[in-house]
C-alpha cells in the first residue's frame, strides 16, 4: 500500500525517486510536493482555528444566557474527557474570566452543589447528569 501511494506520488511529481543502489531507493519531497503539503496544512490550521472560535463563541452564548435567566454568572463544570476540547474550554472560561471546575466521573457531579450550576459537556456518548443541573453539550450549541 505504501509503495502504491508513493509511486501515485511520483507520478504527480510531488515525491521525486531516486536510487541509490540495487536495492535503496530514496524519495525526495519535490517544490511542488512542498507546496501541496504547505496547502494543506494551512487549510488545517484555518478549520482548526474555526472550531476553535466556534466553541469559544458557544460557551460565551450559554454561560450569557445562563446569566440573564439568573442574574449571575453560574458556577461552570466541564463533564468528559481530558483532551483538546476540554483544553479550549479552559482557555475560553479564563477569557471569560469564568471560575470552572473539571469533572471526569460521574461521581465527581453527584458531590457538587446543584444550586447555580452549570454542567458543560463535549461527548456524543450519553452521560449520567445530575438531576435538576442544566447541562449543555457545548458541540450541539457550536
Known amino acids: 500500500m505504501v509503495n502504491l501511494l508513493l509511486r501515485r506520488m511520483v507520478r504527480k511529481s510531488l515525491v ?10 530514496r524519495y525526495i519531497v519535490t517544490p511542488k510536493g512542498m507546496a501541496e503539503k504547505t496547502k494543506a496544512a494551512c487549510h488545517y490550521l484555518r478549520q482548526s482555528y474555526q ?6 463563541r458557544a460557551l460565551e452564548m450559554v454561560v450569557a ?17 481530558a ?11 479564563g477569557q471569560l474570566g469564568l471560575d470552572y471546575r473539571v469533572a471526569a466521573a460521574p461521581s465527581a457531579l453527584n458531590e457538587l452543589p446543584a ?5 458543560i459537556t463535549w ?3 450519553e452521560t449520567a447528569e445530575p438531576p435538576g443541573v ?7 450549541a457550536v
Not at 83 to 93: H, N, P, R, S, Y
Open 16 to 25: 521525486k525517486l531516486e536510487r541509490i543502489n540495487g536495492r535503496t531507493l
Open 51 to 56: 472550531q476553535i472560535l466556534k466553541i469559544s
Open 65 to 81: 444566557g445562563e446569566t440573564a435567566r439568573h442574574g449571575r454568572k453560574p458556577q461552570v463544570v466541564f463533564y468528559g474527557p
Open 83 to 93: 483532551d483538546e476540547i476540554l483544553e479550549i474550554l479552559k482557555i475560553a472560561a
Open 115 to 119: 444550586e447555580h450550576l452549570l454542567v
Open 123 to 125: 461527548t456524543t456518548e
Open 134 to 140: 442544566p447541562t449543555v453539550n457545548i458541540l450541539e
